[in-house]
């Protein structure tokens, strides 16, 4: 159970483009959901929280109009990067968190998607 | 400021060794202590997790010790496997903060057959 599934898994896009990835809870509701990017060979870097129904909390350095969360039911979120340049270029993961009582883990992580930007 | 520091950034181990990785957090709020695994392209999924009132976990070749008064806690991987050769990432979590997870900046295992 408790299964987070992200699509797409690699998308490779020309500088300018606006690319959506979607972060869907697939066995239970997340009230949370969490966007983090990463480098290679490093950490997770957290951008962004979001409730549904409610804007996202951003992370000090991260581009609200860069990158466009909506939260909008409790088994769906999306991270869109708008008008994306090579630096967007990354490792992008999703997590949900559960519903309490629903699952002891606070969260339930996606499989990531890789993004390129030519 | 890392919340969690973790050490080494990589380890070496031959098949059937016991490596070892060390994690320290500042934040006495903290009351959740998980450890992920990655592989490549692939997300974290959890190994284990302790909290603090208990001072070591056993799942598998997989052990969490945990030091509360140092305010450290620590992976060891019985009898390691070649397949065990991922990145390996602590973690924290405070009580009242919907779930936040503070990573350490990941160790990078190789086990040789």
């Known amino acids: 159970g408790a299964v987070v599934s992200q699509h797409p898994s690699w998308v490779i896009c020309k500088s300018g483009t606006s690319v959506k990835i979607e972060c869907r809870s697939l066995?239970?509701?997340?009230?949370?959901m969490f966007w983090y990017r990463q480098f290679p060979k490093q950490s997770l870097m957290l951008m962004a929280t979001?409730?549904?129904?409610?804007?996202?909390?951003?992370e000090q350095g991260v581009e609200k109009d860069k990158f466009l969360i909506n939260h909008a039911s409790l088994t769906l979120s999306t991270l869109t990067v708008t008008s994306a340049h090579p630096e967007d270029s990354s490792f992008y993961i999703c997590?949900?968190?559960?519903?309490?009582?629903?699952?002891?883990?606070?969260?339930?992580f996606g499989d990531g998607t890789r993004l390129s930007i030519l | 400021q890392q919340q969690v520091k973790q050490s080494p950034q990589s380890l070496i181990v031959q098949k059937g060794g016991i490596p070892i990785i060390n994690c320290a957090y500042e934040?006495?709020?903290?009351?959740?202590f998980p450890w992920y695994q990655q592989f490549p392209g692939k997300g974290p999924a959890l190994l284990i997790a302790?909290?603090?009132?208990?001072s070591e976990k056993k799942e598998g070749r997989f052990t969490i010790s945990f030091n509360k008064s140092a305010k450290q806690f620590s992976l060891h991987i019985m009898d390691s496997q070649p397949g065990d050769s991922a990145t390996y990432f602590c973690?924290?979590?405070?009580?009242?903060?919907?779930?936040?997870?503070?990573f350490g900046r990941g160790t990078q295992l190789t086990v040789w057959p």
């Open positions: 997590s949900a968190r559960p519903r309490q009582g629903d699952s002891n883990q606070p969260q339930h």
């Open positions: 066995d239970f509701q997340a009230t949370t």
């Open positions: 302790i909290r603090p009132d208990v």
């Open positions: 973690a924290a979590k405070r009580g009242s903060t919907l779930g936040r997870l503070y």
């Open positions: 979001s409730n549904e129904g409610s804007k996202a909390t951003y």
């Open positions: 934040n006495t709020a903290f009351d959740y």
